[in-house]
Structure formats: structure tokens, C-alpha cells
């Protein structure tokens, strides 16, 4: 225990003393202690992971869903057929931030089968405060993201829960699946014919094998 408080003093100290000139020093340290973060809770994540593994059909189609891009523009999910679909909810103040680069990693290496979808959120504790233009910017600046974000959302079940995760999480339109995100950057995957296939909580690195066996799987 002693090691790991020496270990974890010396990562804040380095943070705050390379603070990034576009972060704040709250997610500079977060950005640090990502590993850390990630290691430690990897083995729970494990077994929060879930799988469509009868391949339940969805009484609504994905493809008749639509979103606002942070831009205003109107994403229309029909686009999306005959690739496989990532939907991650995002936020810029949260441990599990440093996912980004990890995402727009997997973006570039899956690009040709692959859309990465970012759904930015302020729904737990408050940790996207920040306006649709800033968040763009964050992301762009600090992680270098060039897959398409939407404008922010609520993602949890609540009122005005954006239409794409109520089908994501209810089992009523997607067929199987009644999981609504339980933090931050939680992944869902959708197969190139509009099946909902895997829910991937916070705590699995968008790059872990887990993942990357699921994007592949024919």
C-alpha cells in the first residue's frame, strides 16, 4: 500500500508539473493516472460485459434512428448499414477521459468497417459542463478525436433520454439488452446488419482484446 501511495504521489506531482496548457489540472492528472485507473479495474469491468449471444433481432430498426452531430447537422443512421457501429458516451472531466485516444486509435485502425460514435453527457457528476463547441474543441486539441461526436445528450433513463440510447437501453426496441450506461465511455456495438451485439462498460479499454475479437468477429 505504501509503494502504491508513493506511486500515486509521484503521478500527480508529474501532472500538475506538466499541466497541459488546454487542460485544467483536474483532467491533466486524470489523463496521467489513466493506466492506473484502467489496471485496477479491468478484472470487475470483465464481467460487466455483455453479449447478444442468440443474436436477438430488434423489433425497431437502428436504422431508423437519427441524432444531432455537435455541428447541428442530422445524422441519419441508415448511412450506417453494412458497418459496424460504436456508440461510447463521453465526457471530459471523468477518470476515464484518456478512452479517447483509445477510441479515435480504434477509429483509424477500423475505419474501413468501423464508426466510432462519441455521445457527449453531463449525467454523472457532472462532468461534461462544457458547451457543444467546446467540447469539439477539447477533443480535437487534447486527443487528437476525429471520429463524429453528437451534440450533448442525456444518455441515462431519465427524461429526454436521446432516442438512440432508449433503443440501447431497452430490450422492448433493441431486443434483448435493458443496460443504460452506468458511467462514462461505456461502449455499445452494433453489427453491420443493425443488431445490437455487446455492451462494454467504462472499465474496458476500447483498444482491449475483448473488444477488438468482437469488432472482428464475423
Known sequence: MIKIAIAFGILVSTALLMKKK?????????????????????????????????????????????????????????????????IVNTASDCGFTGQYEALEKLHQQYKDDLVVLGFPANDFKEQESKDNQNIAAFCKKNYGVTF???????????????????WLSDMNLN????????????????????????????????????????????
Request: charged content about 20%; aromatic content about 10%.
Open 148 to 166: 463524429p461526436l453528437m451534440e450533448k445528450s442525456i444518455v441515462i433513463k431519465k427524461s429526454h433520454q436521446n432516442e438512440v440510447h432508449q
Open 22 to 86: 488546454d487542460m485544467s489540472y483536474r483532467q491533466s492528472i486524470l489523463k496521467t493516472l489513466y493506466p492506473m485507473i484502467m489496471w485496477s479495474s479491468h478484472s470487475s469491468g470483465a464481467k460487466q460485459v455483455l453479449s447478444n449471444s442468440k443474436l436477438s433481432t430488434a423489433p425497431i430498426s437502428f436504422y431508423t434512428l437519427h441524432a444531432k452531430a455537435i455541428d447541428g447537422s442530422d445524422i441519419d443512421f441508415a448511412a450506417f448499414k453494412g458497418k459496424k457501429i460504436m
Open 175 to 218: 431486443g434483448w439488452c435493458n443496460q443504460a450506461p452506468a458511467w462514462n465511455f461505456c461502449k455499445y456495438l452494433v453489427n453491420e446488419n443493425g443488431v445490437l451485439v455487446n455492451y462494454f462498460p467504462m472499465t474496458i479499454d476500447p483498444l482491449d482484446p475483448i473488444v477488438t475479437a468482437a469488432i472482428e468477429k464475423k
